[in-house]
């Protein structure tokens, strides 16, 4: 599966963003989707995941009541809605996709990247 995030940008401290990640190739609905984020000189980090159905999520402590992430099985996609943004949600933001499925929080449980889109918080 190939995958291609957009909806990155620009936005004020308490703005929000709706990031969406776009799955190409068979199988979507088979696979647990996740997304990730990296800031300058630091690791991949988890932010949150769905499983193959939609029906259970999971968040970092960080994000958690500000982010929700959902899915369209129909149109091979899954978003990230991020609400309340922080200068400090400021990264690149990866969406991955798991053949196991499921909802894992480990950059190396996951087998397929999207290209990331960046995500800029001002204060």
């Known amino acids: 599966v190939q995958l291609q995030a957009s909806g990155g940008g620009l936005v004020q401290a308490g703005g929000s963003l709706r990031l969406s990640c776009a799955a190409s190739?068979?199988?979507?609905?088979?696979?647990?989707m996740g997304w990730f984020r990296q800031a300058p000189g630091k690791e991949r980090e988890f932010v949150a995941s769905?499983?193959?159905?939609?029906?259970?999520?999971y968040y970092a402590d960080s994000v958690k009541g500000r982010f929700t992430v959902s899915r369209e099985n129909a149109k091979n996609t899954v978003y990230l809605q991020m609400n309340s943004l922080k200068p400090e949600d400021t990264a690149v933001y990866y969406c991955?996709?798991?053949?196991?499925?499921?909802?894992?929080?480990?950059?190396?449980?996951?087998?397929?990247w999207g290209q990331g889109t960046q995500v800029t918080v001002s204060s």
């Open positions: 190739g068979r199988g979507f609905s088979l696979y647990g």
């Open positions: 769905i499983t193959q159905s939609g029906g259970i999520t």
């Open positions: 991955a996709a798991r053949s196991l499925g499921g909802m894992r929080a480990g950059v190396s449980e996951y087998d397929y």
